[in-house]
């Protein structure tokens, strides 16, 4: 029965779907012959990963290339509740530089953004591969936008203020967490990425500064991964940036939980933090006004902060509720476009404005960049990019590695 099962499998997606739903499949006793065919089976659809990943971004091609967008900037923020921005309506004065660029219409707020997972490192993972949670396939299975990006003929830059490169090198194909950075994928993804990291985001700007006139290629996708509002939050902003104190904080929040002080304190650090990002993100923009480019800025994943219940960080509870959806996957997700861009590009600006109420999960991040740079390969699916005519709306979104739909969540609860 099992060879018969095993026999029939066609790939990588349906040999994991058999062992999750057949995790004895493995244990069963059976001839030498059907252990070898078992063993050949397993090697052949679970090679390394990193090998994988490596094999498919390697081999993935592009027909053409426009280069519609020269300048194309990614930000990645950094555990951001958005129900803690002033842009979302949060009532302390968190995003003061956020709000001037949006009521300078350069900056488009989306209001339906969610993101797949509460982890860094498997939203890196989604945020990164050109597959899709929705689809019967594997990440790593996949290649990650920035080589396309590259085969077209972008310059792409990474600066990271989380990661460290610090790691031995057995450490590596284990440690898919590190994946972007591994030795065999990093030519193939980024033309250059920052060595160091940095006590605050706002030195990573110095980093870019110092690149930005080694360059000269006009076409470029900047990556900017911020360390943003993560735990600790007091850790996240230089004490001169202070704003918000226990006492700025009203006692009770917005969803009707009493909390007490220490709970105000962290939740000022939180702000504090938020405040401090928005600061380092106008700072980005700024590098960036007097050009043709366009800035998209989400965060990884949301976090709580005593909004509903006395806890703060990102929890793992077995089931989904619809306030934990709401702080932990809701999150900020915007496109700004510089004077000049929305000159030279109109058809583009008018499609940013007609999209921002549109659902979006941000697995299908890499098609909406690849659109904005007129990128067409295999992989690319116009209805999936947000601001593409042909977007399609229905597509479920399903989170965590459950696939739980969060429609289902927040509608019907
Ligand atoms: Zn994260």
Known sequence: MSAWKLSRIRNRYEF???????????????SALGRLFFSLRIESFDRSRIGSLHEATAAAAVDSCTFRSPEIVLILGESYDKHHAAL???????????????????????????????????VMQSLFTMASRDQQTIWYDIPLFPALFRRAGYDTLMFDNQTTFALDDDVWDQEIGNFLYHPRLVPLLFTYCNPDRHRFDNELIADFDRQDTLRRNPFRLTIF?????????????????????????????????????????????YDNATR??????????????????????LSDHGEEVFDYAHRNGRLHDPTLTADCCRH??????????????RQNHPDIAAAVARSVDRPYMTDDLPHLLLDLAGIRCDCYDPTRSVVNERFDPSRPRLLREEKIDYERIVRHP
């Open 16 to 30: 994991h779907q058999l062992l999750h739903r057949e995790p004895d499949i493995c244990l069963e006793r059976r």
């Open 88 to 122: 979302y309506g949060y009532p302390l004065p968190t995003t003061p530089r956020l709000l001037r660029e949006r009521s300078a219409g350069r900056l488009f707020p989306f209001t339906d953004v969610v993101s797949p997972a509460n982890l860094t490192v498997s």
């Open 225 to 269: 991964h911020l360390m943003g509002q993560h735990i600790a939050y007091g850790e996240r902003f230089p004490a001169q940036e202070r704003y918000f104190t226990a006492d700025s904080i009203p006692e009770r929040s917005r969803e009707g939980l009493l909390r007490n002080r220490n709970e105000r304190r962290i939740i000022a650090d």
């Open 276 to 297: 401090y990002n928005d600061r380092v993100v106008g700072e980005i923009l700024d590098r960036f006004r007097q050009r043709d480019a366009i800035v998209v800025y």
């Open 328 to 341: 932990q996957y809701e999150i900020p997700f915007m496109i700004w476009m510089s004077d000049r861009y």
